[in-house]
Each structure stands twice: as structure tokens, then as C-alpha cells.
């Protein structure tokens, strides 16, 4: 019911605002609050005709859009019971979870996962293809009423969803959440963020909604005074996103890459002239700063030659994410300090974020005010944050999870923490830094405790690789797994070597591709200590940036699938001494 009720506060103090829209062939479309309901409403009157009632569980399964959005909010405040699933699930993926249920529905709200599951599974009640609904059908006063009763007749501790985990340690798991775990999630949000945020400005949602980074940004116009729109697809996401001309974005940290290399690669199609002024107004940005980092103050003239660089210069570079864009979130993985940095040298501050399935969103944020490099924030009101002797990270919040479905077990502490498996520390400050997760702890057999996620960040800074896991549990030494970046790889060899043609595969087995990887990586082993150091490595023959198999939908690499797909590599490597 709470969600409804922040509905009905727009309705009845802005039924005229626009509260959603999405985007079709690069045009906006919107609908204002008063519609908004209306559609909502239409999609309970929809459902209950197709024998949906309180209590059900329903599977809600399609890409990202603002259908979705709208049965997401009518299955959970009709009562019943919303099962978000990646529209990139397989058919071992959908047999899976729908294992655990006796009983269920499905809503599809495009053709591809409606005829999935209409292929592969065969126990749930029904599969609904949402497009049926007429969106130009009104409903009677009466029937409007009926539903509304229905609705205010919701406990605010029944259930409302139950997310699965991505499955990055091992099989997803499907976290509860109440009804009210949503109003206490937003409301955290909305006093930690969202009096900072411009009152009419738009977001531009296209995160998978099965993910809670993506779900919580779909909902946020519920409590901010902003206005969601929602992509056509990944294929259009740069259109889509100069469409809607957003202020502010939520993302994963791979978005932002993708980003940052398309606007270096229109850089460096500009004249030469124009490329060097980018250089130089970049290390004016740079050095501002690292002087504002080091504690010292910079200069009247290195604050000037700042301020134009930022108004003159990168207004222009600015226009083409958003001519409007203020800022960014992200979260879900590692943020490089690279692409940090080049946000922030144009002038668009990136504040990391850091939260999990089992807290319905973020638990911690970078302020507006000031973003501390590395770390994922500072706690949001109130959640709260120990740091075990051990290292692991420990929450609690007011919307935690309450358990997991088919799992009796309580997985909370006697005083309602949540251990993470996550390890950190706490600065003077308060900024949480996440240095790795507890079960990724490499012993070598020398008894070094290495905490890979170190190493594989610095790894994963350098342009030429995208992925890296680091290996060596039980062995002499560490070794790495590494899945390179195709285009910046033949950017830097192409020319000369006529590789423009190869594919990742072919790549892959060449010379000169290894040669390369083994410079940088000694190069990165300069920055670290012996036995942190890389002796040797193996070079993926797959190109995991859009492999479901070994990524989840934040794009985090799936640990334990890659090291057991690929083990026998990992053994000759550690072997062959």
C-alpha cells in the first residue's frame, strides 16, 4: 500500500506532471501522473481478468521499458507477488528458478521472452503477453473504486517481490522483500540525494529491471521530483540517451566505459589543433584536482584556467552524453580510477555507489558535494555499518531483506546484520572503501593472505584489458586469466600488423597480442609487492564483454563459472614451471 500511496500524493499535488515516458524512434512520449495511474489501474483490471489475485506469485520477464515498469508497480499493489526475471535468461536459467515454485504466472511484455517461455517451460498457470492490454480501454467508476480497495486492503508487511541474486558465487538465490522494504528504500535515498536534485529533472532508466540498481531507478520518481524515461533497447541506448536528454544517469561502470571510449574516439577524429587543446584542458582539470585532493588550495589563476576550461571547453564535449547532464551514479562493479577521472575532468562528478540484491539498493553513496576516489560512499540514513574484526563488511538497514525464499534459514545476525562476504574499511570520514569479497581470499602455499580484487582492478585499469581474474589458491606463485579489449588491442597493433580483420579468437593466439599484455602487466607489477605480483598468465579464447554465460547483467564477472570453465588452463599454467 505505501507504494500507493506516494502515487496517490502525485496524483493529488501534481496529476499533471510528467511522471514516465519512453522513447521510440528517438521521440519522447509521456504520461502524467493522472494518466500513469490510470494505466496502472488498467493493468490490475487486466490481470485480475486473467485469474491473477493476491498472494500469486507472477514472473515479470522482458527488457527494459516503461511496460514493465507499469505491471511491476500493478502486480505489487494488487498484492500479489513480483519475481523480476533478465530478459538474457536461457532455458537452464528459466527451468532453474521457476523449480522453486509450485504455482505461478507470467507476464511477457515482448514477443521473444513470451515465446520463450511458452518453449521451454510448462508448469506455470499462465503466460500473459502484456501488448494484448488496450491502453485506450477506461474503466468505470465502479470498477476504479473496487480496485482501489483492493489495494488499500494490503498489509505493508505482506509480501511484494522476491529478486534472485545474480549468481556471481554460486546459484541465484531469491531475496523477500515486504512492501514496505520499497517506501524505506526511496525515502533513504530521497534524504541523502534528492533535495540535491534539481526539482523537474529527468532520468533516462535503461539498467536491466530485474536488477535492483535498475528497479530502484525506475521507482525513484515516486519520491524525487523527477521524470523517468525509459530506452527502446541496448541497440539505441546512445540515441536514446541524446533523446532523452537526461540530468542525471544510473549505470554500471561498463556503461561508463563505452562512453568515455566513444568520446575519446571523436576526439581523436577532430583536428590535431583541436585534440591538443582537449590534452591540455584535461591536465587542467587534473591538476585542480589533485591539488583539492592533497588538502591544498589551488591557485586564483589555476581556479580560473579551471572554471573557463569546464565553461567554455567540455560544455561542448558535455552535449554528447546530455546537454543537461549533471551527473552520474553508478555501482553493481568496480569503477576504474581512469574513468573517474575523465568524468570529473569534464566537468560530470561520478558518485559510486555500493549495495546488494539482499538491500533492495544502495546502502551507501558518494555525495554530490565531494566523491572520494575508490570508495563506494558514505552510509545512507539509516543504515548502518561494522566492520568485522576479520575485515568483512556487516549492514543493517530498514529495508533488509527478510530471508530467502525455499531457505529457512536465517542468514542475519541475532542483532539483524547482514554479513556481505564483502571486505573493507571505514575512513575518518566515513567513505566505505570495498577491497574485495571474503571467499575470493587467495592463501598461496607460502601463506600469503592476497586479496585478488586489488590486483585485478589495476589489471582491468589498463586500456588493453577488460577482464582479469587472478589465480594461484594453494600455489607458488599468481597467476592471472585475462579477456583483452579487442579495439583498443588493434588500435595500438592494427596498422602495422594487418590484424584489423581478426576475430577475438584469432587474436587471441597471436604473438604480438601477448607480447603486449606481458609488457603491461610487468608494467603493473611495479606497483605491487613480490608476492602480489603476476608471473604469469593465459589469454581467454572467448570475448566475455557480452557473454551471459560468465557475466551477470551488471556485468560482474561470474567467478566460479569462468575458473571451472577454463580450469585446466589455470592448472598447465601453474604446472608449467
Not at 134 to 158: A, F, M, P
Not at 366 to 373: C, D, I, V
Not at 386 to 399: L, W
Amino acid at each position: 500500500m505505501l507504494l500507493y500511496q506516494l502515487l496517490s500524493q502525485k496524483v493529488k499535488h501534481h496529476p499533471h506532471q510528467i511522471a514516465v515516458g519512453s522513447i521510440k524512434n528517438g521521440s519522447l512520449r509521456h504520461l502524467n501522473y493522472l494518466d500513469f495511474k490510470e494505466r496502472i489501474f488498467l493493468s490490475i483490471s487486466y490481470l485480475k481478468s486473467k485469474g491473477i489475485q493476491e498472494g500469486d506469485f507472477v514472473f515479470l520477464l522482458g527488457n527494459t521499458g516503461l511496460d514493465w515498469h507499469i505491471f511491476d508497480l500493478a502486480i505489487m499493489m494488487m498484492g500479489a507477488i513480483c519475481v523480476p526475471l533478465y530478459p538474457s535468461f536461457g532455458k537452464k536459467d528459466l527451468l532453474d528458478i521457476t523449480s522453486h515454485f509450485d504455482d505461478y504466472s507470467v507476464v511477457a511484455t515482448d514477443i521473444d521472452n513470451f515465446e520463450l517461455f511458452n518453449e521451454h517451460i510448462s508448469t506455470f498457470k499462465s503466460v500473459i503477453h502484456s501488448p494484448e492490454l488496450d491502453w485506450g480501454d477506461s474503466l468505470t467508476s465502479e470498477e476504479h473504486d473496487l480496485i482501489e480497495n483492493q489495494i488499500l486492503k494490503i498489509q505493508d508487511d505482506s509480501i511484494a517481490t522476491i529478486i534472485f541474486t545474480s549468481g556471481t558465487t554460486g546459484e541465484p538465490k531469491g531475496a523477500i522483500f515486504d512492501q514496505r522494504s520499497f517506501y524505506e528504500v526511496l525515502d533513504s535515498i530521497y534524504n541523502f540525494l534528492g533535495k540535491r536534485i534539481k526539482n523537474g529533472s529527468r532520468s533516462f532508466c535503461s539498467l536491466p529491471l530485474a536488477h535492483v540498481l535498475g528497479r530502484c531507478d525506475s521507482l525513484l520518481h515516486l519520491k524525487l521530483n523527477v521524470s523517468t524515461f525509459f530506452g527502446e533497447s541496448l541497440e539505441t541506448f546512445q540515441k536514446d540517451l541524446k533523446a532523452a536528454k537526461p540530468n542525471y544517469l544510473i549505470t554500471v561502470p561498463r556503461v561508463l566505459e563505452k562512453i568515455e571510449e566513444r568520446i575519446l574516439a571523436i576526439v581523436a577524429n577532430t583536428s590535431s589543433l583541436h585534440q591538443r587543446l582537449f590534452k591540455i584542458n584535461i591536465e587542467i582539470s587534473n591538476n585542480f584536482y589533485s591539488k583539492v585532493e592533497r588538502g591544498n588550495k589551488p591557485s586564483i589563476l589555476e581556479r580560473n584556467l579551471f572554471l573557463s576550461s569546464q565553461k567554455y571547453f567540455f560544455k561542448q564535449i558535455k552535449k554528447q552524453i546530455s546537454p543537461n547532464i549533471d551527473f552520474m551514479v553508478t555501482g553493481g562493479a568496480p569503477l576504474k580510477n581512469a574513468t573517474f577521472n575523465f568524468f570529473r575532468s569534464i566537468g560530470i562528478p561520478i558518485l559510486e555507489g555500493y549495495g546488494l540484491t539482499e538491500t533492495l539498493g544502495p546502502v551507501t553513496l558518494n555525495p554530490l558535494e565531494y566523491q572520494s576516489r575508490g570508495s563506494v560512499g558514505q552510509a545512507l540514513p539509516g543504515v548502518q555499518i561494522n566492520i568485522c574484526p576479520d575485515g568483512e563488511i556487516e549492514i543493517r538497514c530498514p529495508y533488509m531483506f527478510k530471508g530467502y525464499f525455499d531457505e529457512p534459514k536465517n542468514t542475519l545476525s541475532a542483532k539483524n546484520f547482514l554479513k556481505t562476504g564483502d571486505i573493507g574499511d571505514i575512513d575518518s570520514s566515513g567513505f566505505l572503501k570495498i577491497t574485495d569479497r571474503k571467499k575470493n581470499i587467495i592463501i598461496t602455499s607460502g601463506g600469503k593472505n592476497i586479496a585478488p580484487q586489488k590486483i585485478e582492478n589495476l589489471l582491468a585499469h589498463s586500456p588493453y584489458i577488460d577482464y582479469a581474474l587472478v589465480t594461484g589458491d594453494g600455489e607458488k606463485f599468481l597467476g592471472a586469466i585475462i579477456s583483452f579489449n579487442r579495439d583498443n588491442i588493434l588500435n595500438f597493433l592494427g596498422e602495422r600488423l594487418d590484424l584489423a580483420n581478426y576475430s577475438y579468437e584469432s587474436l587471441s593466439k597471436s604473438p604480438e597480442v601477448y607480447v603486449l599484455l606481458e609488457q603491461t602487466i610487468k608494467e603493473i607489477n611495479q606497483d605491487l609487492a613480490n608476492f602480489e605480483r603476476i608471473k604469469k598468465f593465459v589469454i581467454l579464447p572467448i570475448e566475455l564483454k557480452d557473454d551471459t554465460n560468465f557475466l551477470t547483467p551488471s556485468l560482474k564477472v561470474k567467478r566460479s563459472a569462468l575458473l571451472n570453465k577454463f580450469q585446466k588452463h589455470i592448472d598447465s599454467m601453474h604446472n608449467d614451471s
